[in-house]
């Protein structure tokens, strides 16, 4: 996953905004994948910022699509 992927997503939220995407999480080991489609909800909680994130498995069609896109970033 792109590093400018990621800065949205940070870029986002830290804004207070919601950021929805996908994400290329590694398992364990580091050396295989999954995707997900997320949506991380910035909250705060006694004055702190925190983040929850709602993921579901990308589809097939949703992967090919993301990482073509993060192949131009």
């Not at 949205?8 to 999954?34: A, E, P, R």
């Not at 925190?50 to 192949?71: G, V």
Request: with cysteine; glycine share 6%.
């Amino acid at each position: 996953m792109p590093r400018a992927a990621f800065k949205d997503l940070w870029d986002t939220v830290k804004t207070g905004k919601i950021w929805t995407g996908f994400v290329k999480n590694s398992v364990n080991g580091g050396n295989q994948f999954y995707w997900v489609y997320a949506t991380v909800y910035p909250v705060m909680r006694e004055g702190k910022r925190h983040y929850i994130s709602c993921r579901r498995f990308a589809t097939d069609d949703e992967i090919a699509t993301a990482t073509a896109l993060y192949k131009t970033l």
